[in-house]
């Protein structure tokens, strides 16, 4: 097994860079001896971001896992069913966790077929997925297979379906359209629920009631604290007011969802009923018998330029007027709209080392929704009441919610009554306060109108601050110290720090 120095008491966090996307293999010390308890959180990244850390392909960071574990895992965590999170466990013909024992697999509550809410949410995900299929279909036809927001929207699409490679993927998108359950994401969670039946199961997670023990350690636990179990939650994304860290030059988009759910059995191009549609063509030609002279004037396909303002009510052919294809554009909103709700139904675990109560915060992708939940929650400890207050404030390391987004940390102060980053790390825990942010920045920049801001600077920059700089990237290299942090206290942070070009090694210890 390649090198992972595991502490007597405490535990290492392996965040590995396969690219812009998830993937951590925690170590705990095993009770009785022998050799780590391994726990691996999630295994995704988006395709063609790896070029832009190492170029390392996926299969190569598996086989690093495999080595560094002996192909064994305790427990196997995924978050949510996101490309970015999951599509390292699956490949078609040799999944690439083929060769895996699991003993053990956790997923939020939303995975259980046994449950009545989560199997409505499973349906309406479907309904609107395959609609997005349907609307993605029809607006190649309109615009072309190269125009950008087909682009966008393919990108948008893998998130919910999973791909191997960039861009539109046929095979692997029509076979979703058949069946989602085909796709990528699906195949590879469920290759995770097959090994570990085998062993000891599959437990489905909600928040709140008592910690959960890490199998084979010395009470190492876990707090669960999403996702929430209220719809509502479940579909509040965006910060609101002061909850937000200010995103600059960065836009949002409005969610508009028109005509791009229509019924997928409509194979018309348009967006109303066909009793009410005219083709511009027909509209226009006089040979038709339905040309007619207000709507070639209004809205004909002349010229608008070199007109003068006042000698028609306005210049003919205005294409402001018409519809056209733009209500196909709507469906990026909606594909948006689509992931920011999955993104919210992330299984959020805090865990905790028995010794000092030192909390390893792991929120997958939790947007708004879910953050303001925790407070909702109340956790049992023996007789004793446990707070979202209280495990936040005993936090040493903040896996930063989906690649440092703009909804998916919340600003705030100590006082006030929703989770916020300030409610982390507080007293003697602060010390040591440490961030990983699963980030290419580079490659993300390249990926919308207008593009993602992964990380947004204000929420790293904060980050920084409240860390000292103990804030590691997967596309940035060993971080520099702080001009008003003293050397020694610099040194005490490396010391407990690996960097490799495949992955950053932390130790916590407990004690």
């Keep these: ?5 595991v502490p007597t008491k405490g535990a290492t966090v392996r965040m590995y860079r396969q690219g812009h996307g998830d993937c951590f293999l925690l170590a705990f010390p095993r009770e009785g001896g022998g050799d780590p308890v391994f726990v691996l959180i999630d295994c995704g990244y988006k395709p063609g971001s790896p070029a832009f850390v190492h170029g390392k ?3 190569d960071v598996v086989d690093h896992i495999g080595q560094t574990t002996g192909y064994r895992l305790d427990l196997v965590v995924i978050t949510h069913e996101h490309q970015d999170h999951v599509n390292g466990f699956w490949k078609k013909d040799q999944p690439y966790f083929r060769d895996f024992e699991i003993q053990e697999a956790w997923f939020a509550w939303t995975e259980d077929a046994a449950d009545e809410l989560a199997n409505d949410l499973r349906r309406r995900h479907r309904d609107q997925l395959l609609g997005l299929l349907e609307a993605r279909r029809r607006l190649a036809l309109a615009v072309g297979e190269d125009d950008s927001a087909v682009h966008r929207l393919d990108s948008l699409l893998s998130l919910e379906l999973g791909a191997e490679e960039e861009g539109f993927e046929p095979e692997a998108f029509l076979a979703a359209a058949k069946d989602p359950t085909k796709s990528t994401n699906k195949q590879g969670m469920m290759l995770v629920k097959d090994k570990a039946a085998a062993h000891r199961g599959v437990r489905y997670l909600s928040p709140g009631g008592e910690p959960l023990e890490i199998p084979g350690t010395s009470g190492v636990r876990a707090y669960v604290l999403g996702p929430p179990r209220d719809p509502d939650l479940l579909s509040d994304e965006d910060p609101v007011g002061k909850e937000g860290f200010p995103q600059g030059d960065s836009s949002s988009h409005g969610i508009s969802f028109g005509a791009a759910v229509d019924s997928v059995t409509d194979r018309c191009t348009a967006p109303f009923s066909r009793q009410y549609r005219l083709t511009k063509s027909d509209a226009l030609d006089p040979s038709s018998g339905q040309e007619d002279e207000f709507f070639s004037l209004r809205y004909g396909a002349g010229k608008a330029e070199n007109e003068e303002a006042d000698a028609t009510e306005c210049p003919a052919g205005p294409s402001w007027r018409r519809i056209d294809e733009d209500w196909l554009y ?9 992931n920011s709700g999955i993104n919210n139904t992330s299984l959020v675990l805090a865990f905790e080392l028995p010794a000092t109560g030192k909390v390893l915060l792991f929120p997958g992708d939790a947007q708004r929704g879910n953050w303001i939940s ?19 404030g005993r936090t040493v390391l903040y896996k930063v919610s989906h690649h440092c987004s703009h909804n ?5 102060t100590v006082d006030d009554a929703y989770p916020n980053l300030s409610w982390m790390a507080r007293g003697a825990f602060a010390a040591e306060f ?6 290419v920045e580079k490659w993300a920049l390249t990926k919308n109108d207008p593009p ?6 204000s929420i790293k920059k904060a980050l920084e601050t409240k860390a000292q700089g103990r804030v590691l ?3 940035t290299d060993l971080p520099s110290r702080p001009q008003d942090l003293s050397e020694a206290t610099w040194q005490a942070f490396l010391s407990r720090t690996v960097f490799d070009d495949v992955f950053f090694d932390l130790k916590i210890l407990d004690e």
């Design 1 to 5: 097994m390649s090198g992972l120095e």
């Design 57 to 59: 392909k996926i299969g």
């Design 330 to 338: 709507s469906a990026e909103n909606l594909a948006l709209k689509l």
């Design 374 to 392: 925790w407070t909702r929650q109340t956790w049992m400890d023996g007789a004793r009441e446990v707070t979202a207050q209280e495990i936040l």
């Design 408 to 412: 998916a940390t919340l600003a705030g």
């Design 434 to 439: 440490t961030a990983m942010i699963t980030a």
């Design 452 to 457: 993602w801001r992964h990380p947004l600077p």
């Design 473 to 475: 990237q997967t596309d």
